[in-house]
């Protein structure tokens, strides 16, 4: 048996200001460069991504594996139409170069929009199926957040989501798919399928599958798998992308067509009658500010605040400075807020050097329009290279690259407040971020963390209270609040709108 591996790889947020360019997907920064043909065997071997888990099953089954390109973009804008271009003719010109095979193994995510094409996956299948044949058997494995298409369905033979946000089983998810591909080769059949959209966005801190929501659906899941004898995937969808096919969905396979579909029936079912748990429970900066000062007040232990909006995870900038002005504004003492997107500031901290005082200008430098840089003097206590390998569950494996790191002090009397400075754009998911400046996460009383969930992995069994924060940012949460041009009609923007603790 000889199976080709490839992937390309991104998400993409319609209302990020900046596209996507050729250049993310060579750096990957915070994930792998660019890999091409044996770069493939020896770089992202052992790594929490699907193509890593395919690879080990391949291995473990003794198929030859006919490396061809992988490139993961990160999360941005929409990708550029000459640099989604170079990517897929270079995979096929390497994918038919490469001989005879028996199958593909895909890691795509399903949420990519290029300059022109709203379903960027459906566009590379489209490309990839007309250059091998339909008698090649394309299985791939998608990203939780995909917004899956009718076009990716049909082009594909095989598409199964990872089952865990913060996405610690993908490379799980990689596994589980090349052993469905190797069986569906031997057995010369591949599965019946069923597809069902839900007309539903649901808001991205919520699709957290450690809350009851996403968590009472997935134990449906996988007792509908096991009476159909199946395989289902729950896609939650990647609301800030603005594209036709944008929202919740359920992909089902089986032996049959009427068992597949019978198991997609099933699911929507079960969506329906746990909706009503997705609603946001949100807070502005200054109202999840002062509650974090109440709890850690009497707990003693950390209280996390996620800045769910300026998450470099779903696209933003990372750059925004709500949190430190509410931080500041509150008086808030023992907090840490990060990572702050600033090369410009992280240089400046660099040249003071450590112990220094100097001026900052903070952040709100690449973001919103209606941001602006915190101007503060600042102590130098922290510097790093940003040179570090993540053991979270999420990043495990990965160093990623952030260039020269820096923790400073606002000099402030009336508040005791750190900011930890990247030289590069990343979602703080990893404790390994903090020690790689010195800094110990249990030790502050307020973490203010740029990420929407994929923190929770690392930081929520040390928190004694999680508070989902909204500041401004490009990664709105909230569905209602973005001007949509280009989602299907009827999409129900949200699921109730936001709790009354939102502003």
Not at 8 to 20: K, L, Q, R, Y
Not at 33 to 39: A, M, N, V
Not at 51 to 60: K, N, T, W
Not at 172 to 182: I, M, N, P, Q, S
Request: aromatic share 6%; net charge negative.
């Amino acid at each position: 048996m000889r199976i080709a591996v490839a992937g390309v790889i991104h998400e993409a947020n319609s209302f990020a200001e900046h596209p996507t360019t050729l250049a993310e997907f060579e750096q990957g920064v915070p994930n792998p460069p660019l890999c091409r043909g044996q770069e493939i065997l020896d770089v992202l071997q052992g790594l929490n991504i699907p193509i890593s888990g395919a690879l080990d099953h391949f291995a473990e089954a003794g198929v030859e594996v006919a490396p061809i390109l992988w490139a993961e973009g990160g999360a941005g804008g929409p990708v550029e139409r000459a640099a989604f271009n170079a990517l897929a003719d270079e995979l096929i010109d390497r994918l038919e170069q490469a001989g005879p095979i028996d199958g593909l193994f895909l890691d795509l995510h399903g949420a990519m929009i290029v300059d022109g094409f709203d379903d960027g996956d459906g566009e590379l299948l489209r490309r990839i199926r007309a250059a091998i044949g339909s008698a090649t058997p394309i299985f791939a494995a998608l990203d939780l957040h995909a917004n899956v298409s009718n076009s990716m369905v049909e082009l594909s033979d095989f598409l199964h989501a990872c089952r865990t946000y913060p996405h610690v089983d993908f490379r799980e998810t990689g596994a589980r798919v090349a052993a469905e591909l190797c069986r569906s080769i031997a057995a010369e059949r591949r599965p019946a399928k069923a597809f069902a959209q839900i007309d539903t966005l649901i808001s991205s801190p919520m699709q957290a599958t450690s809350l009851p929501a996403a968590a009472n659906i997935l134990t449906d899941l996988a007792a509908i798998e096991d009476e159909a004898s199946g395989v289902a995937s729950f896609c939650m969808g990647f609301p800030a992308g603005d594209c036709f096919d944008a929202g919740a969905s359920f992909v089902a396979y089986a032996e049959d067509k009427h068992t597949a579909e019978r198991m997609a029936d099933r699911l929507t079912a079960s969506f329906a009658r746990h909706r009503d748990a997705f609603r946001l429970e949100a807070f502005n900066a200054i109202d999840a500010v002062q509650r974090a000062m109440a709890v850690s007040a009497v707990s003693g232990r950390p209280v996390v605040i996620a800045d769910v909006q300026d998450n470099a995870g779903g696209g933003a900038s990372s750059d925004s400075t709500g949190f430190i002005r509410a931080l500041t504004r509150c008086g808030a003492m023992d907090a840490v807020c990060g990572l702050l997107y600033d090369p410009e500031a992280a240089t400046a901290a660099h040249k003071a050097g450590r112990g220094a005082e100097v001026e900052l200008s903070l952040g709100g430098k690449r973001g919103l329009s209606t941001d602006a840089p915190f101007v503060a003097t600042c102590h130098v206590e922290q510097l790093g290279d940003g040179d570090f390998i993540c053991t979270g569950g999420y990043f495990k494996g990965v160093n990623p690259r952030l260039g020269p790191m820096a923790v400073v002090k606002i000099v402030d009397p009336g508040s005791d407040v750190r900011v930890i400075i990247s030289s590069e754009r990343c979602q703080l998911a990893d404790k390994a971020m903090f020690e790689a400046v010195d800094l110990d996460p249990t030790s502050f009383q307020i973490l203010v963390l740029k990420s929407t969930a994929h923190f929770r992995d690392e930081f929520d069994p040390i928190a004694a209270e999680t508070i989902i924060g909204l500041s401004p940012g490009e990664h709105c949460v909230e569905p209602v609040k973005i001007p949509y041009q280009r989602i299907r009609p009827g999409v129900e923007l949200g699921v109730g709108g936001p709790l009354s603790g939102a502003r």
